[in-house]
């Protein structure tokens, strides 16, 4: 069993806080599984996809997780092809070389 935020959840159940999403292991451990968007649609680590004119973002380096939505590809938007990769992200892969 896992707690987390006063709730408790079985091995292999899955759980969102936030935007990130967790599955339950043994022992009481969690790992993040990936991320869901703000209309509840589950994202793998490493996914980037665009949406409805936003473009999300879920990285995952090293032990660190990444997640942003950001609107694009209207009228006074970036275009979603330009939308860089979330800063943090960017600076933890390029610290590494």
Do not use: W
């Not at 987390?4 to 806080?17: A, C, L, T």
């Not at 209309?39 to 949406?51: A, N, Q, S, Y």
């Not at 938007?77 to 330009?82: F, G, L, S």
């Amino acid at each position: 069993v896992c707690k987390k935020n006063g709730k408790s959840y079985k091995v292999g159940e899955e759980f969102d806080v936030g935007n990130l999403r967790y599955t339950c292991q043994e022992f009481g451990v969690y790992v993040i599984a990936g991320c869901r968007t703000h209309t509840g649609k589950p994202l793998k680590l490493g996914d980037i996809e665009v949406i409805d004119h936003v473009k999300f973002h879920c990285l995952a380096h090293g032990t660190s997780v990444y997640y942003r939505e950001t609107a694009c590809g209207q009228k006074g938007e970036v275009d979603c092809d330009k939308v860089p990769l979330p800063r943090g992200y960017e600076q933890a892969v390029h610290s590494e070389v």
